[in-house]
């Protein structure tokens, strides 16, 4: 008796679907010239590198991808998809085939009201259905973005009037969308494609100048065994094909055709992954034809190929420094910045290309069982750091830390500049296992990855201020501002009891501000030996962090009823120490002779909330008040998401449907917005507002329902429409009075 292992049921099924869509497609021809059913396969393909390689819902999903077009484009129906598979499988065709008429509705609305702004109340109501049945299952958004990837990579056989059009419309909704949802590789390379048809000059110009930039390594004996035997093929091979082809003339490239430039787009998931990476790249450089390659694409290769060595020669620093991180794993990554994204930087920042030092970026991602060994992954991370910048020299300004200061999205790693084995910028991001999840999928690791063993953090607090995130043109994840950027603003704040962290190496301690001295140029600091604080960082939201906060108020009260007031000062366990704001940003701690040491102070950048906690539990030790008073505070609990009374607060379902709800109801205003932008002959501008459906979006607890209320609802209407009509009401976890406006996105629970 044979058991089916995960894989096989996997294929099984995959190849099922296959079958059903080539009968199905049978006779369909792509523009391209291929049959149908390629489209579908590379649907389905895209979607597998997305999705977890286990579980039911994946496998769907991957079905799903396969058979998205079967409804609309033949003469199958649903009831048969679901005959054949499941009525999950069904489902999630029915989704995606009700997502496709986004694109319809929008052009529709831009050919047919030439003189009308906004969408009709009926056009933003039949946008607002499909929005929300998104939120109910999310994986629809998985496989749409698929099939418009894999149709950006066939664009070519669009007339180019057509493909400027559609890579407007990707860059304007599908790409926006990605962003939103964190899938920030699949956005990359949908990005490139959209930038390769609507600015071919600039990409092919791009291209070449980061080729440029990063084939000049040092010529040196100590750079070759840098690079290596790999790097000397690399650099023989891409000189030898330069030498005999000359460089296009400027009517070569402005004759460039199409589907050249898209080839020089490389794959997300080619990026993703090391062993494909690698090995795309030395079967490149092994062809026999490649004086004949493109120069565009030779040097979109190349790029792919300093990675590699980069990837190589941070590898073996790692190998030879084994005291890093004992007996926890660690693994390499690497990425390549879009050329959108550089472009969008270049622009913002009014700088030119060699100044953009996360163009490349190499990722280092320590292993933590899961997020058992999550508070010495996040030690080790930091070790991992000082290793980087003994092998390459960091640049000046250019380090950031979001373990210790995350971004808005929950974004957590650290980030440094260095210059690399070529001389030219490369940046390192060092986070732990988890970290790396919740970056490389955002939302979609929650809703994909809750059927496994893996837990993942919450997305964000379902009483927070809402959802911050960027547009689709101007912000990428990888963009990160500079100490010039807000550093004099964060620096000029610190004042005398602020938290702080001593970084020396892997080892994190708590510490406080004692005093700051010329202008905020000196620190003095008071650090505690016996108060590690990696578990500190690891999660500020957790519901200990008040214990924590109490701990850096404990030191400081300490070190003012001792008196102590200058460097050395302090007992076994605590010591004061003199740190100075270096030219790199940071501030070190100096030895006699006033050399820099590796030893730094990071400042901890307390939200608004966070810093009102902080100071009523700073306020209370020193009147000799119980810490408990401040938490029983509930504008405090309700304001840092403790009130772990309430159910809503820690289930991670209604938490992230929430989270995408509000996400979807942020992308329909942008949705709307470009609706109104396209029509030339708008007489106002365009007001991103519910009011044109003149209705709110809440969800019910416990059962995530979502309801549609009319605009100015108050709690006592969600009540009555419930049929619990004076009831009492909580809105996002707290207890509200029944004439409390309710606002999109909120979370309503009708006391039983």
Same mark, same amino acid.
């Given at each position: 008796?044979?058991?089916?292992?995960?894989?096989?049921?996997?294929?099984?099924?995959?190849?099922?679907?296959?079958?059903?869509?080539?009968?199905?497609?049978?006779?369909?021809?792509?523009?391209?010239?291929?049959?149908?059913?390629?489209?579908?396969?590379?649907?389905?393909?895209?979607?597998?590198?997305?999705?977890?390689?286990?579980?039911?819902?994946?496998?769907?999903?991957?079905?799903?991808?396969?058979?998205?077009?079967?409804?609309?484009?033949?003469?199958?129906?649903?009831?048969?998809?679901?005959?054949?598979?499941?009525?999950?499988?069904?489902?999630?065709?029915?989704?995606?085939?009700?997502?496709?008429?986004?694109?319809?509705?929008?052009?529709?609305?831009?050919?047919?009201?030439?003189?009308?702004?906004?969408?009709?109340?009926?056009?933003?109501?039949?946008?607002?259905?499909?929005?929300?049945?998104?939120?109910?299952?999310?994986?629809?958004?998985?496989?749409?973005?698929?099939?418009?990837?894999?149709?950006?990579?066939?664009?070519?056989?669009?007339?180019?009037?057509?493909?400027?059009?559609?890579?407007?419309?990707?860059?304007?909704?599908?790409?926006?969308?990605?962003?939103?949802?964190?899938?920030?590789?699949?956005?990359?390379? $949908?990005?490139?494609?959209?930038?390769?048809?609507?600015?071919?000059?600039?990409?092919?110009?791009?291209?070449?100048?980061?080729?440029?930039?990063?084939?000049?390594?040092?010529?040196?004996?100590?750079?070759?065994?840098?690079?290596?035997?790999?790097?000397?093929?690399?650099?023989?091979?891409?000189?030898?094909?330069?030498?005999?082809?000359?460089?296009?003339?400027?009517?070569?490239?402005?004759?460039?055709?199409?589907?050249?430039?898209?080839?020089?787009? $490389?794959?997300?998931?080619?990026?993703?992954?090391?062993?494909?990476?690698?090995?795309?790249?030395?079967?490149?450089?092994?062809?026999?034809?490649?004086?004949?390659?493109?120069?565009?694409?030779?040097?979109?290769?190349?790029?792919?190929?300093?990675?590699?060595?980069?990837?190589?020669?941070?590898?073996?620093?790692?190998?030879?420094?084994?005291?890093?991180?004992?007996?926890?794993?660690?693994?390499?990554?690497?990425?390549?910045?879009?050329?959108?994204?550089?472009?969008?930087?270049?622009?913002?920042?009014?700088?030119?290309?060699?100044?953009?030092?996360?163009?490349?970026?190499?990722?280092?991602?320590?292993?933590?069982?899961?997020?058992?060994?999550?508070?010495?992954?996040?030690?080790?991370?930091?070790?991992?750091?000082?290793?980087?910048?003994?092998?390459?020299?960091?640049?000046?300004?250019?380090?950031?830390?979001?373990?210790?200061?995350?971004?808005?999205?929950?974004?957590?790693?650290?980030?440094?500049?260095?210059?690399?084995?070529?001389?030219?910028?490369?940046?390192?991001?060092?986070?732990?296992?988890?970290?790396?999840?919740?970056?490389?999928?955002?939302?979609?690791?929650?809703?994909?990855?809750?059927?496994?063993?893996?837990?993942?953090?919450?997305? @964000?607090?379902?009483?927070?201020?809402?959802?911050?995130?960027?547009?689709?043109?101007?912000?990428?994840?990888?963009?990160?501002?500079?100490?010039?950027?807000?550093?004099?603003?964060?620096?000029?704040?610190?004042?005398?009891?602020?938290?702080?962290?001593?970084?020396?190496?892997?080892?994190?301690?708590?510490?406080?501000?004692?005093?700051?001295?010329?202008?905020?140029?000196?620190?003095?600091?008071?650090?505690?030996?016996?108060?590690?604080?990696?578990?500190?960082?690891?999660?500020?939201?957790?519901?200990?962090?008040?214990?924590?906060?109490?701990?850096?108020?404990? $030191?400081?009260?300490?070190?003012?009823?001792?008196?102590?007031?200058?460097?050395?000062?302090?007992?076994?366990?605590?010591?004061?120490?003199?740190?100075?704001?270096?030219?790199?940003?940071?501030?070190?701690?100096?030895?006699?002779?006033?050399?820099?040491?590796?030893?730094?102070?990071?400042?901890?950048?307390?939200?608004?909330?966070?810093?009102?906690?902080?100071?009523?539990?700073?306020?209370?030790?020193?009147?000799?008040?119980?810490?408990?008073?401040?938490?029983?505070?509930?504008?405090?609990?309700?304001?840092?998401?403790?009130?772990?009374?309430?159910?809503?607060?820690?289930?991670?379902?209604?938490?992230?449907?929430?989270?995408?709800?509000?996400?979807?109801?942020?992308?329909?205003?942008?949705?709307?917005?470009?609706?109104?932008?396209?029509?030339?002959?708008? @007489?106002?501008?365009?007001?991103?507002?519910?009011? $044109?459906?003149?209705?709110?979006?809440?969800?019910?607890?416990?059962?995530?329902?979502?309801?549609?209320?009319? @605009?100015?609802?108050?709690?006592?209407?969600?009540?009555?429409?419930?049929?619990?009509?004076?009831?009492?009401?909580?809105?996002?976890?707290?207890?509200?009075?029944?004439?409390?406006?309710?606002?999109?996105?909120?979370?309503?629970?009708?006391?039983?």
């Amino acid at each position: 008796m044979s058991l089916d292992t995960p894989s096989s049921m996997m294929i099984r099924q995959v190849q099922k679907a296959i079958a059903f869509a080539r009968k199905a497609h049978n006779g369909q021809l792509r523009r391209t010239g291929e049959p149908y059913l390629t489209h579908c396969i590379h649907t389905g393909k895209i979607v597998a590198v997305l999705v977890p390689s286990t579980g039911k819902r994946a496998i769907d999903t991957v079905v799903a991808g396969i058979l998205h077009d079967v409804v609309d484009d033949t003469g199958e129906s649903l009831d048969t998809i679901e005959r054949e598979f499941d009525s999950d499988v069904a489902n999630l065709v029915a989704g995606v085939s009700r997502l496709s008429f986004i694109n319809q509705l929008l052009r529709r609305h831009r050919r047919l009201n030439v003189n009308q702004a906004a969408l009709s109340h009926d056009e933003a109501n039949n946008l607002r259905v499909m929005l929300l049945g998104m939120v109910d299952d999310p994986r629809v958004v998985l496989i749409k973005l698929a099939d418009r990837l894999h149709n950006m990579r066939t664009i070519y056989a669009l007339p180019p009037a057509k493909a400027q059009a559609v890579a407007q419309e990707t860059l304007a909704i599908w790409c926006s969308l990605a962003s939103r949802l964190g899938l920030w590789a699949l956005k990359a390379e $949908l990005e490139d494609l959209c930038f390769a048809v609507l600015q071919p000059q600039i990409f092919l110009r791009m291209r070449a100048d980061l080729a440029s930039m990063w084939s000049h390594p040092n010529r040196t004996g100590n750079a070759r065994k840098i690079y290596g035997k790999f790097s000397s093929l690399l650099h023989q091979r891409m000189k030898r094909v330069t030498t005999e082809h000359e460089e296009p003339s400027e009517t070569d490239e402005e004759n460039i055709c199409m589907k050249v430039l898209l080839q020089a787009v $490389l794959p997300f998931d080619l990026l993703q992954d090391r062993k494909k990476r690698t090995d795309f790249f030395n079967k490149l450089v092994a062809n026999s034809n490649l004086e004949t390659t493109p120069k565009v694409v030779r040097d979109a290769a190349f790029a792919l190929g300093t990675l590699v060595v980069c990837e190589e020669a941070l590898e073996r620093e790692l190998f030879i420094s084994t005291s890093y991180v004992p007996g926890m794993e660690v693994t390499l990554s690497g990425r390549l910045k879009s050329l959108f994204s550089i472009y969008s930087k270049m622009k913002r920042k009014e700088i030119g290309i060699n100044k953009v030092y996360d163009a490349r970026a190499l990722r280092v991602i320590v292993g933590d069982k899961n997020g058992a060994l999550h508070s010495q992954a996040v030690q080790s991370c930091y070790n991992l750091l000082n290793i980087v910048h003994r092998l390459w020299s960091p640049i000046d300004g250019e380090f950031d830390d979001y373990i210790v200061n995350p971004k808005s999205s929950g974004y957590q790693s650290l980030h440094t500049a260095v210059q690399g084995p070529d001389n030219s910028p490369l940046e390192i991001q060092i986070r732990t296992q988890r970290m790396h999840e919740c970056a490389e999928h955002g939302l979609a690791a929650h809703w994909l990855y809750k059927e496994t063993k893996d837990k993942l953090p919450l997305v @964000t607090s379902v009483t927070g201020s809402g959802t911050t995130t960027p547009s689709f043109f101007s912000t990428d994840i990888d963009d990160q501002g500079s100490v010039e950027d807000d550093g004099s603003h964060k620096y000029s704040s610190l004042k005398v009891g602020d938290p702080v962290l001593r970084v020396e190496a892997g080892h994190l301690l708590a510490a406080v501000i004692v005093r700051v001295d010329k202008g905020a140029r000196e620190l003095l600091v008071a650090v505690s030996f016996g108060l590690a604080a990696s578990e500190a960082v690891a999660d500020r939201r957790s519901s200990s962090q008040m214990k924590r906060w109490e701990a850096f108020a404990r $030191l400081y009260k300490k070190v003012s009823d001792e008196w102590w007031c200058e460097p050395g000062h302090g007992d076994w366990c605590t010591c004061l120490e003199k740190y100075t704001l270096c030219q790199d940003g940071m501030y070190h701690k100096q030895d006699q002779f006033e050399r820099l040491l590796p030893t730094f102070i990071q400042i901890i950048e307390l939200t608004e909330e966070e810093e009102n906690v902080y100071w009523a539990i700073m306020s209370a030790i020193f009147e000799g008040k119980p810490v408990a008073s401040v938490a029983s505070n509930p504008s405090f609990e309700n304001k840092q998401g403790y009130n772990s009374s309430n159910p809503t607060l820690r289930d991670s379902g209604i938490n992230n449907k929430v989270y995408l709800l509000r996400t979807m109801l942020q992308w329909e205003k942008q949705l709307r917005s470009e609706a109104s932008q396209r029509v030339e002959l708008a @007489t106002k501008p365009y007001e991103a507002s519910s009011g $044109l459906l003149g209705e709110v979006v809440i969800v019910c607890w416990p059962h995530g329902e979502i309801m549609r209320l009319s @605009t100015g609802s108050t709690a006592a209407d969600a009540a009555r429409r419930a049929g619990l009509e004076g009831k009492l009401v909580s809105v996002n976890g707290q207890l509200v009075v029944p004439n409390t406006k309710l606002k999109d996105g909120d979370v309503v629970e009708i006391r039983m």
